[in-house]
DNA sequence: CGGTGTTTACATGTGA
DNA sequence: TCACATGTAAACACCG
């Protein structure tokens, strides 16, 4: 059954923006049950992160922990039976995306990395990643075995698959999950090794792409290191600025280019095929597609629904496809402008070890992002539009673009904040593509400052641009829990 | 010297 | 075809 509970899918998927990687999930009554890791993995996690953290940042990186014996195919053999068990339990203990509620302790992720654990083990390497799903187009085995595309794909152990999000989306990620107002650059690089098994495997190269956006990305503000904060580097954080663009609702989401398979790994498989130990496995890498069927009922699916065709369906995607804001007339190099003026901060470097609060980013990383408290948050009435108070003028005359959408530099916005009506007129408007999903992404992208500024939030939730039926869609799709939950609020 | 950060150049995919 | 978004590679500088 490719379109499980659809009105409950559409709803969580208006919500989240995760369509596509909802129309696989077989949601049970509970999407998100609690409680869901075993004791034992939780403890085995713990310790692992442990000792991640006492190793220090770029020993935890993982992804050192390609192993040449890679090119066996052991893992082959067991790559089914892995991935079947995988797939099981990560059922159990998924809230998609990884979010957990109620706990904070990662589930282990190495138990679930067939490049682990089917390749033989780097020994001495956890990853003390949590468990971080994004269930989507394709697993291995299942299109090794059927020739289609099966549930999902758990990026976080899938080392085959390089992830369908942009950079900018991983790094705005790692900082969501961080729940920190900042992170540092070893920080990102920790979480995403954590939670994409491809990029533990892939060629370190990610990494120079991934400064390469901190840096050209207006998005990303880096934030000095203060003289008291040992440590490398500087941190790094969401430019607030830009966040609010989301409500415009001049944002496209773009789509993404089709499933990526680790060119490593297809080295290594092509490398035993051609030494006859695997001539299966070609194919397997060559089959590593979705199949026409899939992509038409997922087409379909979406014309149907009204979903939006651009089908990647990443919150944080959504986030930052808001902030590629480029000046007009410009040629591709606008398309990562500059950051002008005191955003920019000198670096200051420390002890190779890791600062305490950069422990405690490593720490917080635990790759989940907690919708649960996201969500509560948001019925308390917590997220805030901006980061503690009003919006940030933007200090350029210019206009600007956002993807392809003129945009008013702040007609919309007198006195630089965003009121609630923008995001009514964009409701109301069909032409606008705004709708919960929007709503829930600059929720989520809110998140991180909500550390910040405690005291100077408006309430969002308090206005009238959020619909009772949005909450209560919302709060049902999440299950009933949090349904109640916005009931007694209301 | 290695990690970090900036900048430039180019390639590629996508949508208008 | 063009503009744009994104990815990749590389050179370079800074700093502890």
């Given at each position: 059954m490719l379109f499980p509970c659809h009105s409950r899918l559409l709803s969580v998927k208006t919500v989240f923006g995760w369509e596509r990687s909802m129309l696989s999930m077989s949601f049970t009554d509970d999407p998100w049950p609690e409680g869901s890791v075993g004791l034992e993995e939780e403890v085995v996690t713990a310790a692992a992160q442990a000792e991640c953290l006492d190793s220090g940042s770029v020993e935890c990186n993982s992804a050192e922990n390609l192993d040449d014996s890679l090119t066996s195919l052991q893992w082959l053999q067991e790559f089914s039976i892995l991935n079947a068990s995988s797939s099981q339990s990560t059922h159990q203990h998924s809230h998609f995306f990884g979010s957990r509620v109620g706990s904070d302790a990662p589930a282990s992720p190495l138990a679930g990395d067939p490049a682990s654990m089917g390749m033989p083990l780097t020994p001495g390497k956890p990853t003390a990643a949590s468990f971080y799903r994004v269930p989507s187009l394709s697993a291995l085995p299942s299109l090794v075995a059927h020739g289609h595309c099966p549930d999902e794909v758990d990026y976080k152990t899938n080392p085959h698959i390089k992830p369908p999000y942009s950079y900018a989306t991983l790094i705005c990620m790692a900082m969501q999950a961080s729940k920190?107002?900042?992170?540092?650059?070893?920080?990102?690089?920790?979480?995403?090794?954590?939670?994409?098994?491809?990029?533990?495997?892939?060629?370190?190269?990610?990494?120079?792409?991934?400064?390469?956006?901190?840096?050209l990305n207006k998005c990303f503000i880096k934030v000095p290191r203060q003289k008291d904060e040992p440590g490398k580097g500087g941190f790094w954080k969401i430019?607030?600025?830009?966040?609010?663009?989301?409500?415009?609702g001049a944002y496209k989401k773009r789509r993404m280019p089709p499933v990526q398979i680790n060119p490593a790994l297809q080295n290594r498989i092509r490398m035993n095929a051609h030494t006859g130990q695997a001539v299966a496995t070609a194919g397997m890498a060559r089959s590593l597609c979705v199949s026409p069927e899939s992509q038409q009922l997922l087409k379909e699916f979406e014309e149907a629904t009204g979903a939006d065709q651009n089908w990647d369906p990443r919150l944080t995607e959504a986030t930052m496809f808001?902030?590629?804001?480029?000046?007009?007339?410009?040629?591709?190099?606008?398309?990562?402008?500059?950051?002008?003026?005191?955003?920019?901060?000198?670096?200051?470097?420390?002890?190779?070890?890791?600062?305490?609060?950069?422990?405690?980013d490593l720490s917080s990383l635990k790759g989940n992002f907690d919708w649960d408290a996201l969500l509560d948050s948001a019925l308390n009435g917590e997220l805030s539009l901006n980061e503690g108070g009003p919006l940030s003028p933007i200090?350029?005359?210019?206009?600007?673009?956002?993807?392809?959408?003129?945009?008013?530099?702040?007609?919309?916005?007198?006195?630089?904040?965003?009121?609630?009506?923008?995001?009514?007129?964009t409701q109301r408007s069909s032409e606008v593509d705004f709708d919960e999903e929007t709503f829930l992404a600059t929720t989520f992208l809110q998140s991180?400052?909500?550390?910040?500024d405690e005291g100077?939030?408006?309430?969002?939730?308090?206005?009238?641009?959020?619909?009772?039926?949005?909450?209560?869609?919302?709060?049902?799709?999440?299950?009933?829990?949090?349904?109640?939950?916005?009931?007694?609020?209301?």
């Open positions: 920190k107002t900042k992170i540092t650059l070893s920080c990102i690089y920790k979480w995403i090794t954590d939670n994409f098994c491809y990029f533990r495997h892939a060629d370190p190269t990610w990494q120079n792409s991934i400064r390469h956006n901190l840096s430019d607030p600025q830009y966040a609010e663009r989301l409500l415009s808001s902030c590629w804001v480029s000046g007009k007339g410009g040629k591709r190099k606008q398309a990562y402008s500059h950051r002008v003026g005191g955003s920019k901060a000198t670096r200051r470097s420390s002890s190779p070890l890791l600062a305490m609060d950069e422990q405690e200090p350029r005359d210019e206009d600007l673009m956002v993807r392809g959408t003129h945009i008013s530099p702040l007609e919309a916005a007198p006195g630089g904040v965003v009121e609630s009506h923008v995001l009514m007129e991180p400052w909500s550390e910040v100077n939030r408006p309430d969002f939730l308090c206005s009238s641009t959020v619909s009772i039926d949005q909450l209560f869609d919302l709060g049902d799709s999440l299950g009933g829990d949090l349904s109640s939950k916005i009931e007694s609020l209301l």
